[in-house]
T-cell receptor, first 112, second 116 residues
Framework: SAVISQKPSRDICQRGTSLTIQCQVD?????MFWYRQQPGQSLTLIAT?????????ESGFVIDKFPISRPNLTFSTLTVSNMSPEDSSIYLC?????????FGQGTRLTVV | AQKVTQAQTEISVVEKEDVTLDCVYE???????LFWYKQPPSGELVFLIR??????QNEISGRYSWNFQKSTSSFNFTITASQVVDSAVYFC?????????????FGTGTRLQVFP
């Protein structure tokens, strides 16, 4: 298995500000994934973060809004920029190991 | 394109009833993986099972069982003798084999409420 720590676990932020979410994995992984779960909705992949290269974003998500860093093989950050109430969601970090996808406990973001 | 459909938005049962959660998927890949996750009210995603496309054997784990039918592109999940602690949102997910194995496409989830 993989142990994933996400920080913060929750936050309430003012609109127009930015929040950076951290994801730490207990061992090295090639790819890390960031998902968003809007209230009452399913999980949607935002981007894939590879160490040493730019993140790959899914349709509907852009780097200016969701910049991602991947400085090493165990850590990644996702920033939610210039937040609006529509960004209120749970953001989850995920890694794969031997075909299984493991998730952090998520960051519950509320934008007011 | 890949897609996962969970037609049941919400299911309510009384404790000890059996309940089946449906999952239908679409993919053009011949090799793929199917998953079920549980999301309790606390919000974390709990891994339940992974099945690869070449393994059509049904699986049983305690009160949980899974029925994989490639012919109908379905991967249904049954909870036997449901308990209140089973109340959660359950997600079915699909991933490709190969490089993007770990990148999941989720269904919309089924909210299961088990009443005492």
């Amino acid at each position: 298995s993989a142990v994933i720590s996400q920080k913060p676990s929750r936050d309430i932020c003012q609109r127009g500000t930015s929040l950076t979410i951290q994801c730490q994995v207990d061992s090295q992984v090639t790819m890390m994934f960031w998902y968003r779960q809007q209230p009452g909705q399913s999980l949607t992949l935002i981007a894939t973060a590879n160490q040493g290269s730019e993140a790959t974003y899914e349709s509907g998500f852009v780097i200016d809004k969701f910049p991602i860093s991947r400085p090493n093989l165990t850590f990644s950050t996702l920033t939610v920029s210039n937040m609006s109430p529509e960004d209120s969601s749970i953001y989850l970090c995920s890694v794969g190991r031997r075909g299984e996808a493991f998730f952090g406990q998520g960051t519950r973001l509320t934008v007011v | 394109a890949q897609k996962v459909t969970q037609a049941q938005t919400e299911i309510s049962v009384v404790e000890k009833e059996d309940v089946t959660l449906d999952c239908v998927y679409e993919t053009r890949d011949t090799t793929y993986y199917l998953f079920w996750y549980k999301q309790p009210p606390s919000g974390e995603l709990v891994f339940l099972i992974r099945r690869n496309s070449f393994d059509e054997q049904n699986e049983i784990s305690g009160r949980y069982s899974w029925n994989f039918q490639k012919s109908t592109s379905s991967f249904n999940f049954t909870i036997t003798a449901s308990q209140v602690v089973d109340s959660a949102v359950y997600f079915c997910a699909l991933s490709e084999a190969g490089r993007d194995t770990d990148k999941l496409i989720f269904g919309t989830g089924t909210r299961l409420q088990v009443f005492p």
